[in-house]
C-alpha cells in the first residue's frame, strides 16, 4: 500500500501543478471580484495538498501483510467506485428536472454510506453539503444550478 499511495500522490501532484499552471491563463470575469481562474486554482491547491498528504502518509505507515487491513475497507472497496459513476450518471439525469438542492443531497447521502459513514452522519453532511455548495456557486461564484421543482427563493 506504501507504493501505491506514493505513486497516486505523486499523480495527483501532477495533475494539480497541470491545473493550477492552466487556470493562471484564465481571463478574468468583468463585474466579479473572483475570475475564471478561481474554482480551478482552488481545486489545484487541493490536489497538490491531498498529493502531499498522501506521500508523506505513505513514508510514515509501517509495513505489514495486507491481511491486517480493516475488512471494511475491502467489502466497500468494490462498492463505492460504482456508486461514485452511478451518482455522477444520475447527476446528469435528473438535475434539471428535479434540482441540485434535491439531487444533490441524495446522492451525497448514497455516497457517504458507500464509503462507510453512519446514516445519521452521513444525512447531516449530505444537507449540510449540498447547501454550502449551492451557495458557493450561486453567490460567490454566480453560476446559477438547476433550481428544478423548487422555485427560486434567493
Not at 491545473?19 to 473572483?34: E, H, I, M, S
Not at 506521500?55 to 487491513?69: H, I, Y
Not at 451525497?108 to 449540498?130: E, S, T
Request: glycine share 12%; with cysteine; charged share 10%.
Amino acid at each position: 500500500m506504501q507504493g501505491i499511495d506514493r505513486w497516486v500522490g505523486l499523480a495527483l501532484a501532477a495533475l494539480g501543478a497541470v491545473v493550477l499552471w492552466t487556470a493562471r491563463d484564465f481571463p478574468n470575469v468583468p463585474g466579479q471580484k473572483l475570475g475564471a481562474a478561481f474554482l480551478p486554482m482552488l481545486v489545484g491547491a487541493g490536489l497538490v495538498v491531498c498529493a502531499l498528504l498522501l506521500v508523506l502518509r505513505s513514508f510514515r505507515a509501517r509495513p505489514g501483510p495486507a491481511s491486517q487491513a480493516p475488512a471494511s475497507l475491502w467489502a466497500g472497496a468494490r462498492l463505492a467506485p460504482l456508486a461514485v459513476i452511478g451518482s455522477i450518471g444520475a447527476y446528469v439525469l435528473l438535475a434539471e428536472s428535479l434540482g441540485f438542492l434535491i439531487v444533490a443531497p441524495v446522492l451525497l447521502f448514497v455516497l457517504f454510506l458507500a464509503f462507510g459513514r453512519g446514516a445519521k452522519g452521513a444525512l447531516w453532511w449530505a444537507l449540510a453539503g449540498g447547501a454550502v455548495v449551492h451557495l458557493v456557486f450561486y453567490k460567490m461564484l454566480r453560476v446559477p444550478l438547476p433550481w428544478g421543482v423548487i422555485p427560486p427563493f434567493y
